[in-house]
């Protein structure tokens, strides 16, 4: 059973940053793909940023530039780093593992960027 555990997140101050980590169990980390997705209030889930067991990315277009996801197969983590923040961006982050039919999230981190 694979267990994601996400850290970093917290209240920062619009065009402040924070970094997001997601420590996993497991042996596959290295094989799965990973991926930083987030929920608003009242919205639905959202992909973020992905990253594939190659170290291809792809992200949403309203982070593209402010964003970085990163990944360390030795540590099993991966990272979110997040610049330039807007309020927009206030949600829970959660993070996703997916390899083949095993597909895990973690419990989720706030953020939240005040105006």
């Known amino acids: 059973q694979v267990q994601l555990v996400e850290s970093g997140g917290g209240l920062v101050q619009a065009g402040g940053s924070l970094r997001l980590s997601c420590a996993a169990s497991?042996?596959?980390?290295?094989?799965?793909?990973m991926g930083w997705y987030r929920q608003a209030p009242g919205k639905q889930r959202e992909l973020v940023a992905g990253?594939?067991?190659?170290?291809?990315?792809k992200y949403a277009d309203s982070v593209k530039g402010r964003f970085t996801i990163s990944r360390d197969n030795a540590k099993s983590t991966v990272y979110l780093q997040m610049n330039s923040l807007k309020p927009e961006d206030t949600a829970v982050y959660y993070c996703?593992?997916?390899?083949?039919?095993?597909?895990?999230w973690g419990q989720g981190t706030q953020v939240t960027v005040s105006s």
């Open positions: 996703n593992q997916n390899l083949g039919p095993n597909n895990s």
């Open positions: 497991g042996s596959i980390f290295r094989l799965s793909a």
């Open positions: 990253i594939n067991s190659a170290g291809s990315t």
